[in-house]
């Protein structure tokens, strides 16, 4: 104590990934822009911008007609530089996309994959998805700058290790990364699904909403925070742990986590599917309890909505506790009928404090399947660009120089 | 979308503040250091690293014995340039404190101030005491380089003005900074005080551990979050309200909030204290619930465990959701016993995941009492040396030359 005061850490550099962005985001257009913008000399800036311009990340676009002498020029970012992978893996789906470095969709697929094939199964399987799209896009492995990837479990984020996932039998503590870059020599990162998801709806549709929350009502039920327009993970990557708070003590609400009365075990798709099952429905997964709702059966439209006043009573517990300006609603339960939504608002409304919901919305997913390639996308694109090394893969490993 | 990321906005900018924090914390100690840290021209480091000697903020220090020629200097923080003023302002009660740039103490006081009197009364009384312990402090009025003060009620943090705050009568919109500044030219910063107590705590004893959540057991329930090292607000600054989480369906436990069952109104000190008066025991307040327990009374002692699990169960949510690392308990009822925390630790370790709760400490508040102008002073001069104008108020209004 009293030797400093810690506070707010900001690094006290600009880093060439910097720059970069400067010029993506139309903030800079000229060398005298950067330098102003930046305080770096404008040496620096030059010196910089020729590694940027050589690695081809920059290029300088003619303003307009030249009027005779040097044309004038603007610096602008070459989204074409290269290309990333976005991953979205599921219990027993999987959705994989190709995209520039503006995070513009080259190529798409999605399919069955059954994450409980194991980690070198499902990664060589992705893999070999990967260097198809490439293809089809006209890329090649080499204009890999990044790859991003989302698993149904929690995942030690700065690893890429997932840590005792429920759902995905032989993957606990295996270094996804490696795997990965036995076939991309590029960073790779890993992260829970819901947070990529939350990561994709923000970019997409709430850039302006530095706090939101995504809630994934599937076979279970899931949520990604992001706050200050990031990622928000917590201590130990485990933040947004929603499923398994407690909401009654009915014994037979048993949870797969081990507890009684959790959320996931009395509102999640598996639990409305256990409920139409004990009234003689046939009802196994969250995708029966959908088309049942779809045909306007009456039992499974009550019991969504049920489900939604409960879900609603541990959002507005969350809302009081992080007052986030959006919550977006998504997974197969929530897309299925407003009946969801229509409960949680009910509860959210009624029991969070005034101004905690004042301007509260409470929205469905924009991009539906879509949120966890579109989140992968940004996670990586945004750490290659915003690295010190952000040159590293694109011509032999030049680093900064000052 | 498509036409830029958006992404983490970090700045791309290296301010005076941010030289005068490499300075303090030890980061550079020569011009050299300063330039190759930042990336910044020697000529830029020069010109700002003067402005920032001529405003006393930081001086050329001797670095050992002259062996001859010019001795050998090393840049310092002037700690002693100005001072700040930290306010915690209670419900009945009243700390001040006169602090370094360093936030060390250099003269405070305690007492009683009914927050009810309304802002004219509190703020004049408050300033009076300001200026007594500056005269104390050997300091005068043209020290103050910044206000901070927290209140017992939710503040739009923007302009330092109180939101219908339940127990301010008179202090709804009104702007304190307003106030405040017809005493002193200075930035002044107003917050919740649960916020300033997180921010305090975690300054004090807890910078490795940038989330944490501060929990305030006295008449009512309140927390505060530190998330990546700062305090978080939430989109509407109403973060943190966990005293309104509904924890039962009880038609007794009638909440001031207007609901019923909020964990306030089972576990707080108001609470427990009616509770008592039920078994005809005479206790009006939190400190009368407190002076039974320190008597050893078993009523008492069973009351506040009991209301320690019930916190624990609504703790243990918020354990899931936002994963910090440690929880620290403060306010009177934590303080009064073990019992409390005891209570706390066993439902937050039952109920919470294992991956959340693998490193998860639950402490005792390490500052009690003071950690409203711990935090309240961390908040203010954390502002001052971050803002693009640190010269300001120093040498009659220099800003930024890059």
């Known amino acids: 104590m009293g030797d400093g005061l810690g506070g707010p850490r900001a690094s006290a550099t600009v880093t060439t990934g910097e720059l970069l962005r400067l010029i993506r985001d139309g903030r800079a257009t000229t060398r005298a822009d950067l330098a102003s913008l930046t305080g770096l000399a404008r040496s620096t800036v030059g010196q ?66 059954d994450i409980a094939l194991g980690p070198e199964k499902v990664i060589e399987r992705v893999m070999r998805r990967c260097h198809e799209l490439l293809k089809l896009a006209g890329r090649v492995a080499a204009d890999v700058r990044g790859v991003g990837l989302g698993v149904p479990g929690p995942v030690e984020f700065a690893s890429g290790r997932p840590v005792s996932p429920p759902i995905m039998p032989g993957w606990d503590g295996v270094s996804i990364p490696e795997l990965v870059r036995k076939q991309f020599d590029a960073p790779v990162l890993v992260d829970n699904d819901v947070n990529i998801m939350a990561l994709g709806e923000w970019w997409a549709q709430l850039r302006d909403d530095p706090d939101i929350l995504f809630i994934k009502v599937g076979t279970g039920i899931g949520c990604g925070i992001v706050a200050g327009g990031e990622i928000y993970r917590g201590s130990q990557g485990a933040a947004g742990d929603l499923g398994h708070i407690q909401v009654t003590d009915a014994v037979d609400a048993l949870c797969r986590c081990g507890n009684v009365g959790c959320i996931e075990a009395v509102a999640g798709g598996a639990a409305i599917a ?18 049942l709702v779809r045909t306007g059966n009456t039992d499974a439209v009550r019991l969504v909505r049920t489900a939604g006043r409960q879900l609603g009573s541990v959002l507005a517990s969350a809302v009081n506790f992080f007052n986030p300006s959006v919550i977006v609603m998504g997974g197969d339960i929530a897309h299925a009928h ?65």
């Open 48 to 113: 910089r911008l020729d590694a940027l311009i050589a690695g081809g990340l920059v290029y300088e676009a003619k303003k307009g007609p030249s009027t005779g002498g040097r044309p004038p020029t603007v610096l602008a970012f070459n989204e074409s530089a290269g290309v990333v992978l976005a991953v979205d893996l599921g219990a027993t789906h999987c959705r994989i996309a190709v995209a520039d470095l503006n995070n513009a969709t080259l190529a798409e697929v999605a399919g069955d994959l």
């Open 274 to 291: 256990r409920q139409l099952r004990t009234l003689g429905y046939e009802a196994n997964t969250s995708r029966d309890v959908v088309k």
């Open 338 to 402: 407003e009946q969801l939504l229509a409960g949680v608002r009910e509860v959210v409304y009624q029991r969070s404090l005034p101004l905690a919901t004042r301007h509260l919305r409470i929205l469905r997913s924009g991009l539906g399947d879509r949120a966890g390639v579109t989140g992968a996308g940004v996670m990586v694109i945004e750490r290659i660009l915003s690295s010190t090394d952000v040159l590293g893969g694109m011509s032999g490993g030049m680093t900064e120089t000052a």
